[in-house]
């Protein structure tokens, strides 16, 4: 008769053992479920400021063209721009020309000088010219047209024809007296190629057979 009562409790107890871990798993089981469920529910619009609120510019992100609630609510309350102030016609009248003063500096020749090269080419020198202390170019074979009036001042002038011996690798006519380059300097109303000899005011000839560097200082007169 005693046996009985204590299998009836040992009964009892594993039964609310299960009841109980039943209850504890359905509630766990719960609680998952519906924390799935708020997280997939749509997002609840409130006023800016609500304790707990997030912004909504974080939450979604809003399409060209398409403003939040806050953003439109800014855009409300900011002033517009003030007109821009319009400047006033331009003046029609126009400012006279300030006058140019005259060069008084530049000299003017009605004679024109310049310099010219002829004869033959390769014949191993190159000459360099000066006009008062001013070098103006080098010639290394006929066919050159140099104009100097620039250089030229009125009275005596000095050309410095300024020759040097190349050597072999330069002369294509070793030896021979009648291959030469002239430089000469003429003067006349216009720079022309086909001038007269008695134009010819300075000369400088270097001919082939020719090997020693040589300096010249000769010097004419202009009037002007």
Known sequence: MTNKPKRLNILG???DFTILVLLIGGAGFAGYYIGIN?????VQLVWPGTPGAVPLSQVLQPQ???QTREQAHATSNTPAPAAAATSPPASTTQAPAPAVAPVSNVKQHKTKYWLSSSGTDYIGYSITVKVNDKP??????PGKTIDITRFVNKGKNVVVFDSKAMGESYNQHTGDGKASLTVQLVSGPTIKEDY???AVLLSCKRNASETQDYSEN?????KE
């Open 136 to 141: 103006v170019d080098n010639f290394f074979g």
């Open 38 to 42: 708020q997280r997939l529910a749509p």
């Open 64 to 66: 060209s063209g398409v």
């Open 218 to 222: 000769l010097s004419f007169t202009s």
């Open 13 to 15: 107890a594993l039964g």
């Open 196 to 198: 007269a000899q008695s």
